[in-house]
C-alpha cells in the first residue's frame, strides 16, 4: 500500500480536540503520524498531497444510506453510490436493508461487504430486524453482527407491533447492536403524500400528521424505559417533528440511550418547497411546517441531535416523472450533504466547524460503535476528507456520481468544496477544478 | 417575556420557498390563482360574444386545429361541454380515455402527452384522478394544458361557470370584473370539501372578486384548516346559520370514489346538511342554488329543491360550454410572450 502525506492543511479532528495546522502522514490504510506543519519530510514512493488553504478532517460517516443492491440496480448500485458518497466527502456509509431480496440473512450482508461491488468506501450493512422486514419474527442478531451488521431495522415498515418492537431492542441489546426506527404509524398514513396541513389541503393532497411520527417515538422511548437495560441504544431515524425532538430530549434527560439522528432536507426545507407537485421533493417522512423545521435547526444547534444522515434514496428518472401521489417516496444525498451543512449550519447559523464536522463524522462513528472511524488519531483508519472551506460552488445534478439525480438541491449553492477523499489510505476521489 | 416559556427562537435566515415556474404556455388553464381579474373578464366576455355568434363564422375561429381530450375518470358534462365547445369553433377533437388506449397498458402520462403532441395536439385538455396531473402533463409537453379536475385539487373552468352562473342572476350583464365586484355577496359550499375540485377552485376565485366564501360541512370532510386555503374564506358548521347569509349556496355530492376508507354515516349527514325545500323556503328563500353535479338526489338536496325555482343547476351545465368555448378559444390563440410561430 502506497504511503500517503498530507502537508500543511488545517487538520480539524472533534474526536481528538485538534483543530490546527498539521502534517498527517497515512501509511498501510492506517493513520502513521501526526505532526506539526512542516515537519514530516516525504521519502520516497510517498505520494504528497498538498493540502495548504483546506481542512483535513475525518472522513465523513453517512449513516442512513440506500444503495439498492440487491435487486435495483438500476436505481443506483453499492458501486455508484460509494462513489457518490466518497464525491461527497464521506468514507462510510450505512446501507439499510430495504433491498431486494430484504437484507435479513448474513449471507446478504456478507453480500453487501465484497469486494466484487467494487465500492468506493466502506460500506456498513444495517440489516433487517425481522424477517423480511415484515414486523413478526425476529432476526438472528448475532449471526447477522457476525457478517458485519452494525445495526438493524425495518426502515421503511416500522415495528408497530409492540412486543416485536420490546423484543427486538431487548435481543439487540444482548449483542451489543443498535435498533433504528423509522418511526411512522403507518396506520395514520395510509395514501398520504405530504405532510398533513393547510399546503396539502390546498394542493388536493392526503396528509401524514406529525402524530404519525411523534407518537411512535414516544412509544419506543416508553419501551426502552420499562426494559431498564442500559445496554438498549434505540436511534430515532430521520427525525423531522417538532415533538419528536421534544421526545428523544427527554428521554436523553431521563438518562436513556435514544439518540437521533436529522437529515438536511428536514432542516432545510419546509412543506412550501412541495411547490406545485415537485416529486424531488417528496420523502418520508415528508418536508414538514416552519416550526417542525425550526425545531429541527434548534435541536443540533444546541447539540439534541447526534447525527446529520442524508437518507439518501436513488430513484431513476422515469419513476420520478409521474403523478406526485404514485411517486416513490425518497432524494439522494451523499453529494451535498457537506456544502448544505457548511452553507446554512456553519455560515449562516454560526455552528462552530468542529461541530459541523462532528456531526458528520465523530459522533455518528461513535454511535454506531464504528471503531477506529470518524477520528484521525494514530492508529485509525486512514478515512479522510481534504476539502476547500471557502470554496462557494453550485450542485449540479447532472454532473451526479450518483445514478440518480432526484434532488430538490440542483442548483443550490454549496460552501466547501472536497477536493480530496481518502478511504483506509486509497485517494478515491479528487476534484478537478 | 413570559418567564415559563421556552427562550425565544433565534431569529433564522432560511431558504426561501421556490418560485413556481408554471405555467410553461400561457394557453394552459391550470388554476384559476393563474388567471388575472382582466382575463376573467375577458373570458366570461369572450363567453357571451362566442355564445351568441352565428355558428358558420364561429366554427371557423378554430378550423381544423387539434384538440385532445385526455380522460382519466368518468365524466359527463366537462367532457361533452369541452368537447362541444372546441367543435363548435371548429377544432378536430379527439378523446383518449384510460380504458380503450395504452393506458390501460401502463403508459405514463408523460408518455401519452408526448405521444398526444407527436399526433399534433395542439392543447390537451386532461380530467385525471391525481391531483396535480395538469402539472406533469404540462411540463411534459408544454402544450396549452387546460385542467378539467385533477384529483382533489382544482378545476378551474368549473369555478368560471359558476361566476357565470351567479353573476346572470345577482348582477345580470356583468363581464368585466374587479376586486369589488362581488363585495356583500355571500356564497355557502357545503358538505364534502375536503375531496373537492370544485370547492377549492371556487374558494380561491370568488374571494377575489369581493365575495365572502363560506364553508359547511362536517369536520370529517371539512378541515379546520381549509380556511388558510386562501383570503375571504371562512367556517360554518351550521348550515341554517351558513343558509340565512347566502345569495349562492353550492351543493357538493360526497366523493364515495375518494373516500379512502373514512366512514360517513350517510343519515346522519343528511339530517343536517341536505338542502330540504323546509330549509331552503325558511333560511334561504331567494339564494341560487348550484351543484356541479352529479347530483345525487335524496342525499345532499331533495329532488324538489333540484328541480325547483332556486336551482341554476341545469344552467350552470349551459354556462360550461360557453365559458369552455372561451377557454379553449384562448389556449390556441393567446400569443406567446417572446416566441414566433
Redesign the interface.
Known sequence: MTTLLIRGGQLIDPAAGVDGPRDVLLKDGRVAEIAAAGKLKPIEGTQVLDATGLIVAPGLIDIHVHLREPGQGYKETIATGTAAAAAGGFTSVAAMPNTIPVNDSPETTRWMQAPERGASVRVFPIAAATRGSKGDTVNDFAALKSAGAVAVTDDGHPILKENVMRETLAAAARVGLSVIQHAEDTRLTQGASMNAGPVAFKLGLRGMPTEAETSLVERDIRLVTDLRDARVHLHVAHTSTLGAIAAVRQARRNGLRVTCEVAPHHFLLTEEHVGLYNTNAKMNPPLRSAADRDAMIEAILDGVVDAIATDHAPHATHEKEIEFERAPNGITGLETALGLCLRWLHREWKLPLGRVLSLLSAQPAALLGLKGRGTLAVGSYADVAIFDPKAEWAFQAKESKSKAKNTPFDGWAMQGQIRWTISEGRVVYTHIA | MNATAPAA??Q????E??V?P?PYNPGSLLSVEHLSLEEVSHLLARATVLENEDPLVRNRILAKRRVALLFYESSTRTRTSFELAAKSLGADTTLVSNLSSSIEKGE???DTGLTLRALGAEAIILR?N????S??LEE?THLPVLNAG?????HPTQALLDLRTLLAHLLPGTEKVHAKTLAGVTVTIVGDI?HS?VA?SNMLLLPRLGARVLLCGPTQLL?D??V???PGIAIERNFEAALAQSQGIMMLRIQAERL??LQIDLEGYKATYQLTGERLRTHAPSALVLHPGPIIRGLELTAGVADGPQSAILEQVRHGVAIRMAVVERALTIEKKGARA
Not at chain 2, 391525481?130 to 396531473?133: I, M, R
Not at chain 2, 385533477?150 to 382544482?154: C, F, L, N, P, T
Request: proline share 11%.
Open positions: 427562537r433565534r433564522l435566515h432560511t431558504p420557498p421556490p413556481s408554471f405514463s402520462l408523460k385525471h391525481s391531483s396535480g396531473a402539472w406533469l411534459s385533477d384529483g382533489m385539487h382544482e375536503l375540485r377549492r378541515p384548516l381549509a388558510n386555503a386562501g379512502a376508507g
